[in-house]
T-cell receptor, first 112, second 115 residues
Framework: KQEVTQIPAALSVPEGENLVLNCSFT??????LQWFRQDPGKGLTSLLL?????REQTSGRLNASLDKSSGRSTLYIAASQPGDSATYLC???????????FGSGTRLQVQP | NAGVMQNPRHLVRRRGQEARLRCSPM?????VYWYRQLPEEGLKFMVY????????ESGMPKERFSAEFPKEGPSILRIQQVVRGDSAAYFC?????????????FGSGTRLTVV
C-alpha cells in the first residue's frame, strides 16, 4: 500500500518568500506524480503532473521535481503570493489499477 | 471540455433518508474514483469503478453505501439511511486509463449535510 508523507504539515510565510514543500512516498514503482492544491471548501485543482521519466516540471512560479528512486518529490513556489494560500497535496499513483492515495497535505498561508 | 461534473453541489438530507450523488467523468475517461473528505480531514478513497464494473471498493463502508457506473450515464454514489456521520464532502475523479499515467481530474464535489 502506498504511504504518502508531506512535510511540513503547515507553513505560514510573508508574501514574496520562496517555498519548498516536500513529499515522500513508500512505493517507488510509479508512472508519475501529481501535485494538487485544494482551497478551503473547494475541490482539487491539478497543478503539475511529472512523468517518471522526467526529473522536473515547471508551470509559472511552480516547479516540481521527482526523485523516484528515493521516493521523494519537491514542490517549489517562487515569490509566494496571498493567492497561493491553500492546502497542497501530492499524489503518486500506485502501480497497477489502483486509486490515488493522499497524504495529509501541507497547509500554506501566505501573509500579505 | 466541461471537466468532471458533480451534482448536486450541496445536498441536505434528514437522518434515515437516501442520498444520491452523481458524477459525470471527463469526455473520454472511463475510470471513476470516489473520495470522501470529512471536516478538517484528508481525502479518503472509497471506490474505483470502470464502466459497468467495480474495480476496488476497499474503502467503502460495507453497509448503506453502494456505487455504480453504468454503460450509459453518470456514476452514482448511493448512501441509504444516512446518519449525521455521513456529513462530508464527496469528490469524484476520473482518468482515461486505470494506470494513472495520464493523471487524474477531480470534480468540485458534493457537500452532504445530514440534519
Amino acid at each position: 500500500k502506498q504511504e504518502v508523507t508531506q512535510i511540513p504539515a503547515a507553513l505560514s510565510v510573508p508574501e514574496g518568500e520562496n517555498l519548498v514543500l516536500n513529499c515522500s512516498f513508500t512505493d517507488s514503482a510509479i508512472y508519475n506524480l501529481q501535485w494538487f492544491r485544494q482551497d478551503p471548501g473547494k475541490g482539487l485543482t491539478s497543478l503539475l503532473l511529472i512523468q517518471s521519466s522526467q526529473r522536473e516540471q515547471t508551470s509559472g512560479r511552480l516547479n516540481a521535481s521527482l526523485d523516484k528512486s528515493s521516493g521523494r518529490s519537491t514542490l517549489y513556489i517562487a515569490a509566494s503570493q496571498p493567492g497561493d494560500s491553500a492546502t497542497y497535496l501530492c499524489a503518486p499513483p500506485p502501480p497497477g489499477r489502483r486509486a490515488l492515495t493522499f497524504g495529509s497535505g501541507t497547509r500554506l498561508q501566505v501573509q500579505p | 471540455n466541461a471537466g468532471v461534473m458533480q451534482n448536486p453541489r450541496h445536498l441536505v438530507r434528514r437522518r434515515g433518508q437516501e442520498a444520491r450523488l452523481r458524477c459525470s467523468p471527463m469526455k473520454g475517461h472511463s475510470h471513476v474514483y470516489w473520495y470522501r473528505q470529512l471536516p478538517e480531514e484528508g481525502l479518503k478513497f472509497m471506490v474505483y469503478l470502470q464502466k459497468e464494473n467495480i474495480i476496488d471498493e476497499s474503502g467503502m463502508p460495507k453497509e448503506r453505501f453502494s456505487a455504480e457506473f453504468p454503460k450509459e450515464g453518470p456514476s452514482i454514489l448511493r448512501i441509504q439511511q444516512v446518519v449525521r456521520g455521513d456529513s462530508a464532502a464527496y469528490f469524484c475523479a476520473s482518468s482515461p486509463t486505470g494506470e494513472g499515467n495520464y493523471g487524474y481530474t477531480f470534480g468540485s464535489g458534493t457537500r452532504l449535510t445530514v440534519v
